[in-house]
């Protein structure tokens, strides 16, 4: 009960059952579901992800559809042999060695690559004279500039270029050697030789790559305060204790980004391959997954069996993925707001 202005009992008036919720939820649609925040959902939400059905989950359950038969590729007749091609694929020595080649691939390029970024995204930002304010060395802007060089190339001119190099009889490397006095360089095969081939190719990606991560860190070491590295230098951290402790734990979320990215690149390496190694190398010692796909696919006409490798490929990148996160969890811990 109530009293008015006047000092009479007022009357309150009691809401219908459930009506005080409706009233609400009627309210709260006129609030928030505007033409402008409806709009907003369709364009920046559904639309996205019908795209990602559409162009990503939908071919990819085709290919697992598809590995399940003994479609060529060229006719429209296929029949349903169930895991057939699996079973054959983990027979097929020359796929196992592909897998095994990818999977070292993926173990080298990315600690190597990554590690070269690092030390020269550190000299450039925080690797400069101890006395003073924090600085990189003299003429890191010109550093980066050269560094990045490489990646604005197109991957397959890369690889042209590189099997020239290479190249036993006229190639820069072997006329450089020779020159030296390394008369053991005159025509030698570094992507004929079975002990080179791998190493060689190995190379030429992670040169065509450190530019980019470098970037990448120099980017995320910017973000992170003077205040930590000068606190770092008070307290008589030298150079390599101050990345290993303060750094890489600072930008631990770029460097697992760049694991992934650089992993699935490492497990597929197909444009690279393409011009350095279109066979596969001696012995198939570059042969990678995606080349024995392409050529299952579209030389053998066997694309029920492609699609196999297609999935295990796929399985095999997941895979590296959650294991980066995982051992980032493991070993980095999550980060906190406030650490």
Not at 116 to 139: K, Y
Not at 174 to 200: C, H, K, M, V, Y
Not at 267 to 293: C, I, R, S, W
Request: aromatic content about 14%; proline content about 4%.
């Amino acid at each position: 009960m109530t009293t008015t202005a006047s000092g009479e009992l007022a009357t309150p008036v009691s809401a219908p059952p459930g009506g005080l919720w409706r009233i609400g939820s009627a309210r709260w649609r006129r609030r928030n579901l505007t033409f402008d925040k409806i709009s907003f959902f369709v364009v920046f939400l559904i639309i996205p992800v019908a795209f990602y059905i559409a162009f990503v989950v939908s071919p990819f359950v085709q290919a697992v559809y598809f590995s399940l038969t003994d479609w060529t590729g060229f006719t429209p007749a296929m029949n349903f042999i169930g895991l057939s091609n699996y079973v054959k694929l983990f027979t097929d020595s020359t796929f196992l060695q592909a897998m095994g080649n990818n999977i070292l691939m993926a173990i080298v390029v990315p600690i190597v690559t990554l590690g070269l970024a690092m030390f020269f995204a550190t000299l450039v930002t925080v690797g400069g004279s101890t006395r003073g304010n924090i600085r990189g060395l003299r003429s890191s802007s010109f550093y980066r500039v050269i560094s990045f060089f490489p990646y604005v190339i197109p991957a397959i001119v890369i690889g042209l270029i590189w099997s020239q190099i290479y190249d036993p009889s006229a190639g820069l490397l072997n006329g450089i050697l020779t020159r030296l006095g390394l008369q053991q360089f005159t025509s030698f095969a570094w992507l004929g030789d079975p002990r080179t081939a791998r190493w060689a190719v190995m190379f030429v990606i992670i040169w065509g790559l450190v530019g980019f991560y470098m970037v990448l860190f120099i980017a995320a070491i910017k973000g992170v305060p003077a205040e930590v590295f000068e606190a770092a230098r008070i307290d008589g951290a030298g150079r390599f204790r101050t990345a290993i402790s303060i750094t890489i734990p600072l930008i631990r979320e770029n460097v697992q980004t760049a694991f992934i990215y650089i992993g699935i690149l490492a497990l597929d390496a197909f444009v690279y391959m393409a011009a350095l190694e279109p066979g596969g190398g001696p012995n198939n010692t570059t042969l990678v997954m995606a080349q024995q796909l392409f050529t299952t696919a579209f030389t053998k006409g066997q694309f029920g069996y492609a699609c196999a490798m297609g999935v295990v490929l796929a399985v095999i990148t997941l895979a590296y993925a959650g294991l980066v996160f995982l051992v980032n969890r493991i070993f980095g811990g999550k980060s906190e707001v406030g650490e």
